[in-house]
């Protein structure tokens, strides 16, 4: 793990913004910057995981994340922004949750990935990501969430969806701390569930791949 990832464990503010200052300086590759915090990330979700942090720590490395982003972004864009977008992605945080910070870590990551990526916010209801399937036709729909009840409203967006008669045309990733134990129990209806970005980030990948 690089000097970025790990001030980034440490949630060390200032030391991963001038690292990153300094390696952009330096002409190094944003995408490998973005990859660092994403593996840094990843060490934080297990510590999560593990009882080692709690939400107070996940905020304050989501916030660190996102400013960190805030400067490699442009960057990207900057040495690939002409590069063709590799797939389309709907996602939303479902119906009566407002928490949005995983799924604003999921945007950025699959943003630099060369995603196109359609944001619905927060406390989306099943007919909204209905409508909006019809109207962008993405192939990967991702529903986030971080409260228990958001399970429900999950399986009742996936079962919208297919009354619409749309189900065949996307594969539908549910992420949130709340999904592993309940997609071990086979009580999720989705293709796939995440606890941690990174591994949601493979998985899309994965599907585009195959696709």
Known sequence: MGQIADALVKLQKDPVISAIKEA????????????????????????????????LELI???EIFKDAAALITPKITERYGSAAKRGKILIGTVAGDIHDLGKNIAVTLLEC????????????????????????KPQIVGLSGL????????????????QANLRNEVKVIVGGGIV????????????????????????????????
């Not at 330096?26 to 660092?36: A, G, H």
């Not at 593996?39 to 939400?55: H, M, N, S, T």
């Not at 228990?148 to 297919?162: F, H, L, R």
Request: hydrophobic share 45%.
């Open 113 to 136: 990935a060369q995603f196109e990526i359609i944001d619905l916010g927060v406390d989306v209801p099943a007919k909204v990501f209905v409508e909006k399937i019809k109207e962008h």
């Open 24 to 55: 952009l300086q330096k002409n190094e590759d944003p995408v490998q910057l973005i990859e660092e915090l994403r593996r840094g990330l990843d060490v934080i979700g297990a510590y999560f995981e593990k009882g080692e942090y709690y939400l």
């Open 60 to 62: 304050m490395a989501g």
């Open 180 to 211: 592993g134990e309940i997609w071990t129990r086979g009580k999720l209806k989705a293709d796939a569930a995440v606890t941690n970005v990174a591994e949601g980030l493979k998985i899309v990948e994965s599907w585009f791949q195959s696709g």
């Open 147 to 162: 409260l228990t009840a958001s399970i429900n409203a999950m399986n009742n967006t996936v079962e919208a969806i297919e």
